[in-house]
């Protein structure tokens, strides 16, 4: 029997629990304002991690979580080591300047009470808005100035990983939605993650609890309290509802019986069998029960070929939870614990600026902020009447940065988000473009070009022409231009 949980390096002086105890729950359970005792609340943890439950994962929102821990850590023996915290960062889209992200971190410093956040995970509302970039740059600085560990990000995509990487940001992991219900980590992002060394963290590997023996042959509930469970059953409702869980609840059952554990350690080992998966966080409810005797036994089994073909076989009962991994939170169908989140992103401010043409009633123009837009005499889009026609668009980050450079598929990932933002700040969307061109410096490299306007244009099959451009200026692989009508 396994006392411990097993562990895993995440980066170079980061050791984890591959078993991580995660405190969202603590924001449920304050959710009527009441907060937890902290002296108590952090004496519970305690025994979480006595228990070798050592990894922590909070976030800004998750109500006292990061100061629960705090106060565990300011208790903790000088000379002793102390359990592993990550948190995360999830700002309003906005500018992100230095000053604003410092803010940011100084104050999840101080809530922790810690001279260094081992693990800082970035959540970002709106690819359209282009300071995520700014944010994870300035987060870099602050790693090297010692008061970030590692860097991680929460529900970014393959494509926006990418983006990442390919602009020189030093990211170990993303922590994602990965579950027997919901397997789109295990596609492109995994892929990126084989390439790159990437780890993933995942959560809703128990669907809230949904994937327990507790539900299994149950009637479908008609009201659901906590906000774990209320985001995973629209999950379950994506995947084809009730009788959807249930067949899978049934074939993870019957593994469960062969090994002698239970149903929530077989969504649980899947998930850690998956090549890309550094550890699972598994949500605790601090005072009101805890499951750590069940979830070790994780670790005393492994599947074989005859279990993932009777779990494959459930697989097919399920429909594939749409998009991509983050996209739960950026558009249609929401899978979040509140639901649509449209009100929310329309809140969002643009980050370009729009103009109305001077004696032309009607037109207006986007600016974007490059340099070259004042100096060769253009405009990021223009708007007359219903029509919308966005310039040829590069990489160019604020004035005049290439992002990812020698990186053509994740420079198109950019431009199609600054095609976006320009078309959003006229009042249409990606879902009006009827018409891209796409210029590339060498034609020799069309896939990944494709295949990211593919990710973005997909369902929409605007008219599309690919041109190879001879030349482009400086690092720039790309140039997309769109024409869009808006109904
Ligand atoms: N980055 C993000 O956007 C994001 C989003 C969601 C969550 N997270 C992270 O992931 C963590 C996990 O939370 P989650 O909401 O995804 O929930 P989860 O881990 O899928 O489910 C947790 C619940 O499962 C039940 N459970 C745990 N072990 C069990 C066992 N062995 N047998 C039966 N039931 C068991 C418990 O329910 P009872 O307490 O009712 O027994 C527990 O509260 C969060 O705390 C947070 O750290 C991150």
Redesign the pocket.
């Known amino acids: 029997m396994t006392a411990v949980p097993d562990r895993t390096r995440l980066a170079p002086g980061l050791s984890i629990a591959r078993l991580?105890?995660?405190?969202?729950?603590?924001a449920d359970m304050e959710k009527d304002g009441t907060v937890l005792d902290r002296g108590v609340a952090a004496g519970q943890l305690r025994a979480y991690a006595d228990a070798g439950f050592d990894s922590f994962?909070?976030?800004d929102h998750?109500g006292t979580a990061e100061l629960i821990t705090g106060t565990l850590f300011a208790g903790y023996p000088a000379g002793e080591k102390r359990p592993v915290a990550f948190t995360?960062w999830c700002p309003p889209p906005g500018p992100m300047t230095r000053d604003i992200v410092r803010a940011g971190v100084h104050d999840r410093l101080t809530r922790l009470g810690v001279e260094r956040i081992d693990l800082l995970?970035f959540?970002w509302w709106t690819f359209e808005h282009p300071a995520w970039l700014d944010a994870l740059h300035e987060m870099a600085a602050l790693r090297q100035e010692g008061l970030i560990g590692e860097i991680g990000l929460?529900?970014f995509d393959a494509a926006h990983l990418n983006v990442a990487l390919a602009d020189g940001i030093p990211v170990v992991s993303n922590?994602?939605?990965f579950?027997l219900l919901d397997r789109r980590a295990a596609g492109p992002l995994s892929a990126l993650c084989a390439r790159t060394g990437v780890r993933l963290l995942a959560?809703?590997?128990?669907?809230?609890?949904?994937?327990?023996?507790?539900w299994l042959g149950q009637p479908e509930p008609e009201t659901i309290g906590?906000?774990?469970?209320s985001?995973?059953k629209r999950f379950i409702d994506a995947a084809g509802g009730w009788p959807a869980l249930q067949a899978v609840l049934a074939a993870a059952s019957s593994v469960a019986q062969k090994h002698g554990v239970?149903?929530?350690?077989v969504a649980?080992r899947w998930i850690l069998e998956q090549p890309a998966v550094a550890a699972?966080?598994?949500?605790?409810?601090l005072g009101?029960?805890?499951?750590r005797a069940?979830?070790l036994k994780v670790f005393d089994f492994a599947l074989d070929d005859e279990d993932h073909a009777i779990l494959d076989a459930s697989f097919a009962q399920t429909s594939p939870i749409p998009g991509d991994c983050?996209d739960e939170?950026r558009r249609p169908p929401f899978l979040t614990a509140t639901g649509d989140l449209s009100h929310h992103l329309s809140t969002v401010p643009s980050a370009y600026r729009v103009d109305e043409v001077a004696g032309r009633p009607g037109r207006l123009r986007v600016s974007s902020g490059s340099v070259w837009e004042p100096l060769a005499g253009y405009s990021r889009a223009i708007r007359t009447g219903k029509t919308i026609h966005v310039s040829g668009t590069t990489a160019t980050h604020g004035t005049d940065r290439c992002v990812a450079p020698g990186d053509p598929g994740a420079q198109t990932t950019y431009i199609i988000d600054k095609i976006a933002g320009a078309i959003a700040a006229l009042g249409g969307s990606l879902a009006d473009v009827v018409r891209t061109r796409v210029y590339l410096r060498d034609v020799g490299q069309w896939e990944p070009v494709s295949r990211a306007h593919g990710r973005a244009f997909g369902d929409i099959r605007p008219a599309n022409t690919l041109v190879q451009a001879g030349s482009l200026v400086g690092d720039y692989a790309v140039e997309i231009e769109a024409e869009a009508i808006v109904d």
């Not at 991580?20 to 603590?26: A, F, N, R």
């Not at 239970?262 to 350690?265: A, E």
């Open positions: 991580v105890t995660g405190l969202w729950q603590v994962d909070m976030a998750y995360k995970q959540h929460t529900n922590q994602v939605s579950s959560y809703g590997t128990l669907c809230g609890g949904f994937l327990s023996s507790r906590d906000w774990s469970r985001k995973y239970s149903i929530s350690n649980s699972t966080i598994i949500g605790v409810r009101e029960g805890e499951h069940d979830n983050g939170y």
